[in-house]
């Protein structure tokens, strides 16, 4: 305790006053003794009358020794100040903890937060080394692993965006950074001479390094990457508990950068599967005009259900066209589809035995541990002269429609069981000719199954589909498929739908022109 008067003259302290200020005697002017802190607030009192500070609870502190004091002030009837001096030292450590730790979790939930909302590998990246840099450090470099002899390497400086680029450089010659690349545990910082950082670790213009903290970026069962933290020479050094939170950034990073790139792979793996399963684009093959249309059942799916192919044959041979249903939609009726399609492939050379062909896939159907099964139609077609020879045979599918020349539609006189439920599949083939002109359609339940029309829940039906192709006579393959695809859009509206499927062979009504390449609707010759 010190006790002062209206002039700042110290009057009285007692023993622990006297330890802490030995200085401070009775008699001698209390700015010339104590805290220049303390000393300012004591004028402040006299003037007030009061410790203002001590009406809002808000106490007077300062250092006094190195160590933090309370300064609590009592103004007596004489004017004089009794200030008593509390030990606070102890408890700001604590709450200068509390207030690091708290700022520390809020940055890991905001860069998780920030890693996790992107899952592209370039963006989570960037994002790693800009909030490095921006909270950890002066610089900071996200290195994933190297891609051939090239390290990609995304440098930020603090206040600066993210930049790219692809060292061909060896991580061993950087101590840590090599072992950080194959995951292994990370160096202390002060065994890392910052003298032997290598140009291109080191962001152009930013000086002298003073401390480098590499770390790996952990990743789900093999490393993502490495951390490379940057300190300019005037900046302090890293401490033990900064690269330790710097590790627990790294974590998170890691984990993001992973997820992304299991991510990018997942898709490139996709992307090429989805290739080989989405229908082909059909043209004309020697004479015979083919066009086909898929509509998975959703529009945010490429693949469904519905399938159909067109097998070229050598010269003089039949051409093989199959266009199937499988029972289901989206990704596992896909899986199914592409087995048959490619138990079709490797069946052509049997394409002349519809019935053998059946069987055989049934057989593979019912060997695999698919439990769904799917209706089919097969067509081999040949071109003789000016017409086209079908061999129509459907497995429990829709019967393929015939457009007359004169618009009459046909039914094509075939029947059978689908193919993947019971062992034993039987078929009707049946033989019909396309004069020059004529098409055969060939087209999945999901076309006249569609509920829509003025009431909303009425079938397209097939007596719809037939009275619709029957105005398509004389037209290309291409135009009865996009026309018969457009009435069935109109008919659905906004409404859910199954996977639609339609295929179109047609006799050519003349010789195409070669200046078009038979490979489009060109023009035709009288």
Known sequence: MLVADVDGILLQRNGAAAVLLPEATPGTPLAEVAPAWLAAQHRTVQLTGHNSATETDTPLSGVIGGRRFEAHPSVR???????????????????????????????????????????????????????????????????????????????????????????????????????ALRGFPPVPSRWIDPSAAPP??????????????????????????????????KSDSFSDEEEVFARLFAARAGAALSAARLYAEQTAITEVLMR??????????????????????????????????????????????????????????????????????????????HQRMLSLLNTALLNSHHTRFATLVLASAVRRGSEVDLKLTSAGHPTPLIIRADGTVEE??????????????????????????????????????????????????????????????????????????????????????????????AAPRTHHLSAVNGHTRGRFTG
């Open 412 to 505: 094509a006189d075939t029947r059978g069981t689908l193919v993947g439920a019971i062992p034993d599949v039987s078929a009707r083939t049946t033989a019909v000719t396309l004069e020059p002109g004529e098409c055969c359609v060939l087209y999945t339940d999901g076309i006249t199954e569609a509920k829509g029309g003025p009431m909303g829940n009425v079938l397209f039906g097939d007596e719809r589909l037939k009275r619709a192709l029957s105005a398509c006579a004389g037209m290309p393959a291409e135009g009865i498929v996009e026309h018969v695809q457009m009435l069935a859009a109109q008919w659905l509206g906004n409404r859910h739908h199954d996977d639609m499927a339609i295929v179109v062979i």
């Open 200 to 233: 291109w670790l080191v962001p152009e213009g930013f000086g002298p390094v003073g401390s480098i903290v590499i770390t790996p970026l952990p990743g789900l069962g093999v490393p993502a990457g490495a951390l490379v933290l940057l300190r300019r020479e």
């Open 77 to 179: 009837d004489d004017g004089t100040v009794a200030w008593w001096l509390v030990d606070d030292t102890d408890h700001q450590l604590v709450r200068d903890a509390l207030h690091l730790e708290r700022e520390r979790t809020a940055f890991l939930a905001k860069a998780s937060s920030a890693l996790l909302s992107t899952l592209n590998l370039g963006r989570c990246m960037d994002v790693t080394a800009q909030m490095a840099a921006e909270s950890l450090a002066d610089a900071a470099l996200a290195i994933a692993p190297s891609r051939g002899h090239r390290l990609p390497v995304v440098t930020c400086v603090r206040g600066g965006v993210p930049e790219i680029s692809h060292q061909s450089v060896d991580p061993d010659e950087v101590p840590g950074l090599g072992e």
């Open 276 to 353: 080989e399963l989405m229908p082909p684009t059909l043209h004309q093959i020697s004479g015979v005009d083919f066009a086909g249309r898929y509509r998975p059942s959703a529009d945010h799916e490429r693949i469904g259900g519905d399938f159909y192919d067109v097998h070229p044959a050598t010269e003089g041979e039949a051409f093989l066209v199959s266009l199937g249903d499988v029972c289901g939609k989206g990704l596992e009726a896909a899986v199914l589809t592409g087995k048959i399609r490619s138990t079709l492939h490797a069946l052509l050379p049997l394409a002349d035995d």
